[in-house]
């Protein structure tokens, strides 16, 4: 379709939230077609994932979870892209998974 470009990296959705606490960032990439509509050419996959990371700082420490939203509700509760980057929801993310 003419005028409609896939990134097939995705592209970042809305701003990214920081906390300096646990040095954690979050953000949202979206993988859905940038352009006027969808075709054939749409990625396979979620539309949209939350990346969230903590301890940036340092590389030797650093870690992320790549999640979609269920799995982030799951977690960490019905809680905004801002409050991720929390110590307490930090620690709910990055402990073990829920049974």
Not at 8 to 35: C, N
Request: glycine share 10%; with cysteine.
């Amino acid at each position: 379709m003419a005028g409609t470009k896939v990134n097939p990296h995705g592209a970042l959705e809305g701003k990214v939230a920081t906390d300096d606490r646990e040095h954690g960032m979050a953000f949202i990439i979206s993988y859905e077609l940038q352009g006027f509509g969808q075709d054939e050419h749409k990625p396979v996959g979620p539309s949209e994932v939350v990346y969230v990371c903590r301890h940036v700082n340092d590389e030797s420490k650093m870690e992320y979870r790549e999640m979609l939203w269920n799995e982030v509700r799951e977690r960490a509760g019905n809680v905004p892209l801002e409050q991720l980057v929390e110590p307490a929801v930090l620690e709910k993310i990055f402990g073990e998974k829920p049974k």
